[in-house]
């Protein structure tokens, strides 16, 4: 035990001396004229760093950060992202002219893939009434831009016509058979009249799908060359949901300003062509879009149904 105390008391001692002699160097150094260049080369590399100060300030400044600790309720938990475009919305309950909302809503989107373009409409509809039911397609004066996959249910001589106009399966029992098997690489399925009794049994595995054909849909039809185009150039179909809601997918946010203005055009002149008979009183009660991860914008109904369409141009 005594040889520890003599040892840690040794150490202290040495500590202290240590202290002394660093302190007594120092102000030896600080007397002594002959570290003048030492001092220059410090003066030298203040300079430098002022410089490089200096050009850091003219150029871009990067996009703020933020601080989590200094946010808020709902936005501590939300995105960098969210957070710098969330001041470029006005706010859902403003409604703005539709070509000026399209170019805030590609501005929005900035997502490192090619974002869609997606309308929600309001109706005053109840789905649960057959007279205010509303199910049909539109076909967009600029396309969807995707690709689309036809299959064609038919037989005869129409498969030769079916393959002619671009259709990517064609077939009549042989590609039944493959659709109840499990094939299913094809984004719509068209028939003839004739198919549609040897349709019934795809109905599990089209029906949850959205895929088996539908005269409402424009999928059964006897003149395929007409039908199949439409749909390559971009007729699309468009129901509401229970809640009297659409939702459409119009293009995408690299579309130029004026096609998605099109396309915007074209379903709203749809929607009004096809207004159901027993929809009563007002028959719009919002319009947004938005981009797939954007925020919102609201569209003012009544100056879009005021705009020339592509029929009225011509």
């Not at 068209?190 to 005269?215: E, F, H, S, V």
Request: charged share 25%.
């Amino acid at each position: 035990m005594a040889a520890i105390m003599d040892l840690t008391v040794s150490q202290v001692s040495c500590s202290s001396l240590h202290t002394v002699s660093l302190r007594n160097a120092k102000s030896h150094i600080s007397s002594v004229t002959c570290f003048e260049p030492r001092r220059a080369r410090t003066v030298c590399k203040v300079s430098l760093t002022t410089t490089a100060e200096e050009a850091t300030a003219e150029a871009p400044k990067a996009a703020a950060k933020f601080d989590r600790k200094t946010l808020k309720g709902p936005d501590r938990h939300r995105s960098r992202r969210f957070l710098s475009i969330q001041g470029l919305s006005p706010g859902r309950k403003v409604e703005l002219e539709a070509l000026d909302a399209i170019k805030m809503m590609q501005s929005t989107a900035t997502a490192s893939f090619a974002e869609k373009a997606e309308v929600h409409l309001r109706l005053n509809l109840d789905p649960k009434y057959a007279d205010q039911q509303l199910r049909t397609t539109v076909s967009l004066p600029a396309g969807t831009g995707n690709t689309i996959r036809l299959a064609v249910l038919c037989q005869g001589d129409n498969e030769a016509l079916a393959k002619a106009a671009g259709a990517d399966f064609v077939g009549s029992d042989d590609l039944i058979n493959e659709i109840a098997g499990g094939m299913m690489d094809f984004d719509i399925l068209i028939a003839t009249p004739d198919m549609m009794p040897k349709c019934a049994r795809l109905g599990r595995q089209l029906g949850p799908r959205g895929l088996m054909p539908n005269p409402k849909a424009g999928t059964v039809s006897t003149d395929l060359n007409a039908t199949i185009n439409e749909f390559k150039m971009g007729k699309v179909e468009y129901r509401c949901d229970k809640t009297g809601i659409v939702h459409l997918a119009f293009g995408l946010n690299n579309f130029s300003a004026e096609d998605l203005l099109s396309n915007l055009k074209a379903i709203q002149e749809s929607v009004d062509l096809n207004r159901p008979s027993g929809c009563k009183g007002v028959y719009w009660k919002s319009m947004y879009i938005c981009s797939t991860m954007g925020p919102s914008f609201r569209i003012n109904v009544g100056a879009l149904r005021a705009l020339a369409g592509a029929d009225e141009k011509a």
